[in-house]
């Protein structure tokens, strides 16, 4: 599936934000693949994103989409009262604890209609019908996993590739259930580790994502047996990045930790450690979507006031590593420290 790139990196689906159809064309452009974000997004909102991309790059280009989960049946009303205080801060009031599927049934057509060649799915596995669907198009469906046993799951339900996210990645976890009595939502493999175990578990193409930002480390993946490498973090500082000011200036100074955090979305997600993460998490209950609807309007004033500390500044682990400039020449240093890396190993030959 992957095979035909020149280079096969690809620019991680980033919602919320930091993904641009300008993004995904640059990478596509630059010999590695993209795909766009339709996460939060809705499906005409989508389709204009699609047309954007198509008028910018002939190349081949991925929709993301979120599976909606059960709504849970937990009281939020500590958590948006906590919320209350911070939302105080900024002149706003927390929203409201809604639950919805992110629009996902007329996303789904969006994607399906126009024959999406790549669509990728995370926090779950679309229905057998849509994953039917996709296939009678052409399109190549691949599912997000985070463990052996999601791995051979979608194996079983027909997914043609699996994206084998490491708990360094940015960003929420695709745990295809959060488990409340988890911090984490569920169990935390290094992305080398879960690589090495779902390999021996499912013959079906992999993608490595979670931490990679060097060349090296793209080379390192291939080795161990993907057939790409899905970078976020390295992508969010580009040029072409929707990344907020805000967030760029937490990126660039490097001091913060990175944690994994509910306190934003009500789902495990690695975000750069400021206020709300720290006060917020601990408490913070396995509501996905209500918390994200709770912490909108906070976001959203903390970013007009450009105050990183109310902020989901989504990072993975080495995002101290993170680069600005444009995406194509992030792609092309990928592209020679990864042959660096690649003469390095030469010697293991004799
Ligand atoms: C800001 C941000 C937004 C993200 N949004 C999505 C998304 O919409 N869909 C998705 O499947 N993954 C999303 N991810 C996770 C990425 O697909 C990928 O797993 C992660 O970026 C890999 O780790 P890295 O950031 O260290 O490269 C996001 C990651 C970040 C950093």
């Not at 689906?13 to 010999?31: E, N």
């Not at 009303?77 to 992110?102: I, N, T």
């Not at 745990?175 to 569920?186: E, I, K, M, R, V």
């Amino acid at each position: 599936m992957f095979e035909d790139l020149d280079f096969p990196v690809i620019a991680a689906p980033m919602a919320g934000g930091p993904t641009t159809p300008a993004l995904v064309a640059a990478v596509t452009r630059a010999g590695g693949f993209g795909f766009l974000a339709g996460g939060y997004l809705t499906p005409q909102a989508l389709a204009e994103r699609i047309d954007e991309t198509a008028a910018l790059t002939t190349g081949t280009f991925g929709v993301n989409l979120f599976v909606p989960g059960p709504r849970a049946a937990v009281d939020v009303s500590a958590h948006r009262e906590r919320m209350l205080a911070e939302a105080r801060r900024y002149g706003v009031e927390p929203g409201e604890p809604l639950w919805d599927d992110d629009a996902y049934l007329g996303k789904f057509e969006v994607v399906a209609e126009r024959r999406i060649p790549v669509v990728s799915f995370t926090f779950g596995m679309p229905g057998a019908a849509d994953i039917a669907r996709l296939r009678e198009n052409g399109s190549k469906v691949l599912v997000t996993v985070t463990s052996p046993r999601e791995a051979e799951l979608a194996a079983a339900a027909g997914a043609d590739a699996l994206v084998v996210q490491g708990f360094e990645a940015g960003g929420h976890r695709g745990l295809f259930a959060d488990d409340p009595a988890s911090p984490t939502g569920g169990e935390t493999y290094g992305l080398l580790s879960l690589l090495r175990l779902v390999a021996a578990r499912v013959d079906l193409p992999l993608v490595a994502t979670g931490g990679l930002v060097h060349g090296a480390d793209v080379a390192a993946v291939l080795a161990a047996g993907a057939d790409a490498a899905q970078l976020g973090t390295a992508f969010l500082r580009a040029d072409e990045a929707g990344t907020s000011a805000p967030y760029r200036a937490a990126l660039a100074e490097r001091a913060r930790a990175t944690a994994v955090t509910r306190a934003f979305s009500g789902r495990p997600a690695r975000g750069l450690v400021n206020r709300v993460l720290t006060e917020l998490s601990a408490q913070a209950p396995a509501a996905y979507p209500q918390l994200h609807h709770i912490s909108r309007p906070v976001r959203a004033a903390a970013a007009k006031a450009g105050d990183p500390e109310a902020l989901s500044l989504w990072a993975g682990q080495t995002y101290p590593l993170a680069a600005e400039g444009p995406a194509e020449s992030i792609v092309e240093r990928l592209r020679t420290e990864a042959r660096a890396a690649a003469d390095r190993l030469s010697r293991l030959r004799n």
